[in-house]
């Protein structure tokens, strides 16, 4: 399979997504009783901080496919202006290596759960309870907050807020009807996992590149909030 634009964004825009919601942080006012202004030495020291923990923060969840030795050999080659010793053919293949092996676990991890018995509504909505909570649940008109991981049935995880570090806020009816309808399921607190047939999910257009015409969606998701209308 071909290197996709999408997947060189996913792998390679973790920094420049971090920088961007820190420079955003940076814009809010400070406290009306701030302390005295640091240093440039004591700021220069703070930012990197900031901007390097944030970074780390973006590769978590991948930490098992980064070695922070090379990694950071590079972030020290790149400030100092050295040459990417990695061109993009080379990088294309190692990606390759690197999803291939993420797949099949993601598939290996799915396997058991593709083959329950699950619940289903009258839609053809299938799930199950991974963690199950009491309290409010939301309406079509309400606006939920989540985090979630979503796979197609082979393994391949196309997105992921947990991955990115940051949860996903939107209106309820705003989204593909397999979600419209099982997020209304789940009190805060809760954590599904649901299996959406391609009539509930993208249809017969799908959602290129990531995900094909009529494709059945997994998805993992964890109520956090919701705000009524």
């Known amino acids: 399979m071909k290197m996709t634009k999408l997947k060189k964004a996913v792998f390679c825009g973790l920094v420049s997504a971090s920088l961007f919601a820190t420079a955003e942080d940076a ?37 098992e496919y980064v070695s922070l030795e090379d990694f950071l050999k590079a972030i020290s080659s790149a400030v100092k202006g050295g040459k990417n010793p990695v061109d993009q053919a080379t990088f294309q293949k190692a990606f390759q290596v690197v999803q291939d092996e993420q797949k099949r676990k993601n598939l290996d991890g799915l396997k058991s759960f593709l083959k329950e018995k699950l619940t289903k509504t009258a839609t053809g909505l299938e799930y199950k309870v991974v963690k199950a909570a009491e309290g409010d649940k939301p309406a079509k008109e309400d606006t939920v907050s989540v985090h979630y991981t979503g796979y197609l049935t082979d393994g391949t995880k196309f997105d992921s807020s947990v991955d990115r570090g ?10 593909i009807p397999g979600w419209t309808e ?16 391609g009539n509930l999910a993208y249809g017969e257009r799908g959602a290129p590149p990531r995900i094909p015409p009529n494709a059945t969606l997994i998805f993992d998701i964890e109520l956090l909030s919701i705000q009524k209308k």
């Open 27 to 63: 814009k809010k006012p400070a406290p009306a009783a701030a302390e005295a202004k640091p240093s440039l030495e004591e700021a220069i020291k703070t930012v990197s901080t900031f901007y390097g923990y944030n970074i780390g923060g973006q590769l978590s969840s991948q930490k």
């Open 166 to 175: 940051q949860p996903a806020t939107f209106p309820l009816s705003g989204v």
């Open 182 to 197: 099982g997020v209304q399921l789940m009190a805060v607190g809760s954590k599904f996992r649901f299996k959406i047939p």
